[in-house]
């Protein structure tokens, strides 16, 4: 496996390589490292004091801790859980696997198909709530396996297709509405925040679920997930698409910072 994602690497390195130039000229400071740590210190201080002039990108990116914290556990917990709660086949894994990545790629095109169309703060919002679902579900599935006419591990691996429509859609309705809300001249920045909240959510979701599993079984704790998601989709409940575009447009001549 180790071999193989590098050549994916490789052949997705190479158009950078070719064809990327780098326009912008490069100034040495004086002190070193300590001078570029201060500077990026200082620019993060920055963007972080104008943010509270751009309330529904502030919004979105409360919402998109939420739901990042989820998706990272969903995405280091899934075959854990299968192995421990569900105790599934190893045939059954390799299928979840597979159909886990071809459902995230068709969620995240019929999904963007219709943000085009209805919005992506739409999108982002009933992906959010099919998340909520497919996190009930998958608690649920163990009883599920009881009532229905399947065994467990087949309820999981459906259950399992309808969380990996979202994996894919959730991301990037999330990036499309820091595109819409951020001004253009400003949108790396901003889109640097919305990297470090989700960065910083990676690490609130598994260590939140790692303690809940010692104290209740992973059973029981994957309810975490739930949690996050419903914290993110009330959150994103006050984001105005709208107005936050307005907004962006207004201010895309901001004042310009001299940090160096």
Known sequence: VGPFAAMFFLVAAIPTFLWVV????????????????????????????????????????????????GIYIIISFTFIYGAQVIQWDEQVRIIMFVTVQLTAAAGALGFGFLQDR???????????????VAVTLIFATPWLGQVLPLEAQHVFLMVGSVAGLCLGSTQSAGRALVGVLAPRPRAAEFFGFWGLASKMAAI????????????VGLHVSILFCSLLFALALVVALGLDEARGRRVAEERECPRRVNLL
Request: net charge positive; glycine share 12%; aromatic share 12%.
């Open 22 to 69: 780098e326009r912008g000229r490069s100034r040495r400071l004086k002190g070193g490292f300590r001078s570029y740590l201060g500077i990026g210190f200082r620019r993060v201080r920055a963007t972080f004091k104008d943010l509270r002039h751009y309330r529904d990108l502030a919004i979105l990116l409360v919402s998109v801790f939420f739901a990042m914290a």
């Open 118 to 132: 209805m919005g992506a703060r739409t999108i982002y919002l009933a992906t959010l709530m099919l998340w909520i």
């Open 204 to 215: 609130l979701g598994l260590m939140g679920l790692g303690l809940l599993q010692v104290l």
